[in-house]
């Protein structure tokens, strides 16, 4: 077999080896006891964090299905009155934005970091204290964010926020800025997730698991994280434009002002679209595996799932202004993301295909999760189909903004996520719970949920195609609309019942656990049913199918004997195998950290912040800034602690080194990802620059002379010599001291950068250009801020670099620490170049 | 339930002409999609803006076949799968440059 990273195949038959002493479950189970207690709330350990994570997300489903439930009881008849008008605009902004960022988005990826490491047999994901950060920060700003409502303060601008509406003309109240500052700190969250996933997924999975014999639901998680990570940034920016605009008069949106209110629903929507197909992808994986299970075959059309999945992540990024036909768009332009909106269902089709053939070609137990499987696939086809109709720009022209697009995408989002989850519940309880769900309740609970589905949304297409408009608060009487909103208000209730089934079946059954759950019920065939602790398996199998428990049933008991890789703990500390990313070839040992109360911290106090400037505390914000990143450095500073001991026995004889650094590494792979993320932001950015001078050049003024570029340019390309520098004599210190050039050449590096932003800022100030002044100076001026950002992360860490050289511990030849901070500062660098570059020379007038 | 049972016809995908092909289809399927859009954004009423569509959409669908050829026989039917699915996506994405 050709082997990725030269390691050598043989050593494959060594396993299973003989039977491990039992002592080492009690090593493996001392060191991965999780706190009591309070305690238990700085846990990072993935059962944990995930189990509250999924917790969370589904409050979060039951809130926002309260609000649903308000608005059909304001609908049920014309001229209700039961909420007044701007309570229901703000019911159906903060039903639309709980659904869409606080429930569907966390609640996939709670799953995820619930369910990956076990499915791929790793003893954790690789960055667990971000883990705990991410649900943290979700947790705190997400409550933050809906109490907004109990006070009157919650948003009222519709989910997507559309400036002018939004600006502080037509909002000036702080019920925006709880949005936009609330959102663009939730999604930072998300992508914290969505780096941990792909290093995780493409780093940790079990030796032998290679790209063809991953479980569907890791691929679905692949491909859904690097969705976010590409995003997620532009919505990131357009609440950050907004919010400065409201604040600082800054005219991102500003049409009287070179601004243009279009330039938000590009940036939106360019996150917008592809979220609906970030929702449903991974429960599409979720799926994929279901149907293998209920259908006990192996899934029909594997390799062509993976092709879907991955089609759909491309095309969808193609798709955005479908949502913008209404719009003066070019007919063209139009055209092909109609034809792109076309070409999405090709890939989506295939899946469904497949489900279909999987569940034909084998004999189905028709238990509750089955159900569920089978209903989403009937609701979400029902939803395609009216997406396809709605993605003709002409029926969208009469169709946009109606009941109609109401009942599609309700469909849609129903069929994809809401009931793959339900049938993900029950399929995968057994894993957390020491007792199972009832059957016979579980049926009731799909019956009432899908008939409600129908029998609310089914008549909004009726409702829709009669000319009822999305968001009002009521409607007159005698235009034939009484009804059929009166059986969508039935049909809520229905669908609330079942739901409220589901939760009174959870508080008499679930009991939650991490030792004695109640296993595999359905019997499904991937890794996540192996016998766990905390620690996730007791060894490390090696993968050889994909269905490893059906195709070998006996691997549970060797496993369990600790007959595979790491039966132990090689170094006495928590860590996890890192694999190679295709073949999952055994590289290195990874050691992990434990529970940490400054994830937690650094949590409340980035949300605090947020929260703070939100409602005009600066003082109080810039404490809370403070702290947050104190927390943060202190939390790190315990996941970089070298030992003396340099290579570690796997198992079978097997030695691999431990911790190691460079393109090999997990590390770089979780870099590379922050650094495509934050490039994403300033590729908006550059975006939103070029944008504007396309709608209104004649804003745009002279900038400042070119002499000055190239010395701009210059200092930046000095400071990327002298990070690149660092590296390099840090590398020619091996078995030595490491010394203090290495951290200084860093923070000279850090310095010049600051100094090239300052002479960046004060040339364009000297031209009499002002960031208030007109769209060219508001984007300008906005470039100068996102690299502002980074130049101040720069500081803090060349600075952070400085303190653990002070203390010794800076390890040579090379050092994580160090690796991470020269490459972020090189980073910065080359985005300082471009940035300085770009305005100053296009269009050069 | 046996090995057997889960293998399908052609190479798997951890196969470095497999998955590349398989990121490359859609890389293309993005280009043009990417030069089309900035076409019309560049030229908004000018027919240049549907030659630059189409010649993309020629030039598109040339390196999908490019890669069908670089593809070792017997070719594997994902990778020619997905050429085909971006091959597709580029021939509707281009017809609004056409009728549009």
Redesign the interface.
């Known amino acids: 077999m050709r082997s990725e990273t030269g390691f050598d195949y043989s050593l494959y038959e060594r396993f299973p080896t003989e039977k491990r002493p039992d002592s080492e479950v009690e090593e493996l189970n001392r060191i991965w006891r999780a706190p009591k207690g309070w305690a238990r709330l700085t846990a990072v350990n993935n059962n944990y964090v995930g189990f509250w994570y999924v917790v969370t997300a589904f409050g979060f489903f039951l809130a926002a299905g309260i609000l649903a439930l308000g608005m059909r009881v304001q609908l049920a008849a014309p001229m209700q009155d039961f909420l007044g008008v701007d309570t229901y605009n703000q019911f159906f902004t903060m039903h639309g934005t709980v659904m869409m960022f606080l429930f569907a988005v966390p609640m996939v990826e709670a799953i995820g970091i619930m369910l990956l490491p076990q499915m791929l047999a790793a003893r954790d994901l690789p960055f667990p204290r971000l883990s705990a950060f991410a649900f943290w920060a979700y947790f705190v700003g997400g409550t933050m964010f809906f109490l907004s409502l109990f006070v009157g303060l919650a948003p009222d601008g519709g989910w997507f926020m559309y400036p002018p509406l939004t600006s502080i003309a037509f909002s000036p109240g702080i019920n925006t800025d709880f949005w936009l500052l609330g959102i663009g700190f939730i999604e930072i969250s998300a992508i914290a997730g969505a780096i941990e996933i792909i290093v995780g997924v493409l780093r940790t999975r079990a030796p032998g698991m290679t790209l063809d014999k991953m479980p569907m639901f890791a691929w679905a998680m692949l491909v859904f994280a690097v969705m976010i990570v590409v995003a997620f940034p532009s919505v990131i920016l357009c609440t950050m434009l907004l919010e400065i605009e409201r604040a600082f008069n800054w005219p991102f949106f500003d049409a009287l002002r070179g601004g243009d209110p279009m330039l938000w629903q590009h940036l939106f929507w360019f996150f917008g679209h592809p979220e609906v197909y970030i929702i449903f992808i991974p429960a599409a994986g979720l799926m994929s595996m279901m149907v293998t299970a209920v259908a006990k075959v192996p899934l029909v059309g594997y390799r062509l799932n993976v092709l879907a999945l991955v089609a759909t992540g491309f095309i969808s990024f193609g798709v955005w202004a479908h949502h913008m036909f209404t719009t003066d768009m070019p007919r063209v332009s139009a055209g092909y993301f109609s034809a792109a909106s076309m070409a999405v269902s090709l890939p989506a089709g295939i899946q469904v295909f497949c489900w279909i053939a999987t569940l034909a070609s084998g004999k189905i137990k028709w238990a509750t999760p089955a159900l569920f499987v089978v209903g989403s696939v009937v609701i979400f086809t029902m939803g395609g189909l009216t997406g396809v109709m709605v993605g003709m720009v002409p029926f969208d022209w009469q169709a946009h903004d109606t009941y109609f697009i109401v009942a599609h995408l309700h469909y849609v989002l129903m069929g994809g996520m809401v009931f793959p989850m339900f049938a993900a519940f029950y399929h995968w309880h057994g894993m957390t719970s020491s007792r199972a769900l009832s059957e016979r309740v579980g049926k009731w609970v799909f019956g009432l949920m899908f008939a409600g589905l129908h029998i609310t949304f089914f008549p909004m297409h009726l409702t829709g195609l009669m000319g009822m408009p999305r968001r009002v608060y009521t409607y007159l009487p005698g235009r034939d609309l009484d009804l059929l909103n009166l059986v969508s208000t039935i049909g809520a209730f229905v669908m609330a019942a079942g739901i409220l089934l589901f939760l009174f079946d959870l508080a008499r059954r679930f009991r939650f656990t991490v030792h004695d759950d109640a296993g595999n019920i359905y019997g499904g065939g991937t890794l996540e049913w192996l016998p766990t602790g905390l620690y996730s398996t007791r060894s490390i199998p090696l993968v050889t199918s994909r269905e490893p428990l059906w195709d070998r049933p006996q691997i549970s008991k060797e496993v369990e004997e600790g007959r595979y890789f790491l039966p132990n703990s090689a170094t006495g500390q928590r860590e996890t195998l890192i694999t190679s990313t295709v073949m999952a070839e055994p590289q290195y040992v990874q050691l992990m950290p434990g529970p940490s109360p400054w994830p937690l911290s650094a949590a409340v106090f980035t949300a605090l912040f947020f929260l703070s400037l939100t409602v005009q505390g600066y003082a109080f914000a810039v404490f809370c800034g403070i702290v947050a990143v104190l927390s943060t450095l202190r939390w790190l500073w315990e996941t970089d602690r070298p030992i003396k001991q340099e290579s570690a026995d796997i198992g079978g004889g097997i030695e691999v080194p431990i911790a190691i650094t460079g393109p090999k590494s997990h590390g770089w792979w979780a870099l590379n990802t922050l650094m495509v993320v934050i490039g994403m932001i300033g590729f908006m950015a550059v975006f939103a620059y070029l944008y504007l001078y396309g709608i209104n050049p004649e804003v745009w003024s002279a900038p400042p002379p070119l002499g000055e570029t190239a010395i701009i340019v210059g200092i930046e390309a000095a400071a990327l010599l002298a990070a690149w520098g660092g590296r390099r004599f840090l590398a020619s210190k091996e078995g030595r001291l490491a010394e203090d050039l290495p951290w200084m050449l860093e923070a000279l590096a850090a310095t010049l950068l600051v100094g090239a932003l300052y002479l960046d800022v004060t040339g364009w100030l000297a031209t009499g250009l002002e960031p208030t002044a007109n769209g060219m100076g508001a984007t300008v001026f906005m470039l100068s801020v996102l690299q502002g950002q980074v130049v101040v992360v720069a500081v803090i860490m060349a600075t952070y670099l400085a303190f653990r050289e002070a203390r010794g511990i800076m390890t040579t030849p090379t050092n994580v620490t160090m690796d991470i901070v020269a490459r972020f500062i090189m980073f910065c660098a080359l985005q300082g170049m471009v940035f300085t570059f770009l305005p100053r020379v296009f269009p050069g007038v | 339930?046996?090995?057997a049972?889960?293998s399908?016809i052609?190479e798997?995908?951890?196969r470095?002409s497999i998955?590349r092909t398989?990121?490359i289809a859609?890389?293309i399927?993005?280009a043009h999609?990417a030069i089309?859009?900035a076409g019309?954004?560049?030229f908004?009423?000018a027919g240049i803006?549907?030659i630059i569509?189409i010649g993309a959409g020629l030039i598109a669908i040339a390196a999908l076949l490019g890669q069908v050829l670089r593809l070792r026989a017997p070719r594997s039917?994902?990778a020619l799968?997905?050429l085909g699915?971006?091959g597709?996506?580029v021939i509707?994405?281009t017809?609004?440059?056409i009728v549009?």
């Open positions: 339930m046996s090995e049972k889960n399908e052609g798997p995908i951890d470095p998955y398989l990121l859609f890389v399927w993005s999609f089309s859009y019309v954004l560049v908004p009423d803006a549907r569509a039917p994902l799968g997905s699915l971006a597709a996506g509707f994405g017809f609004p440059a549009g």
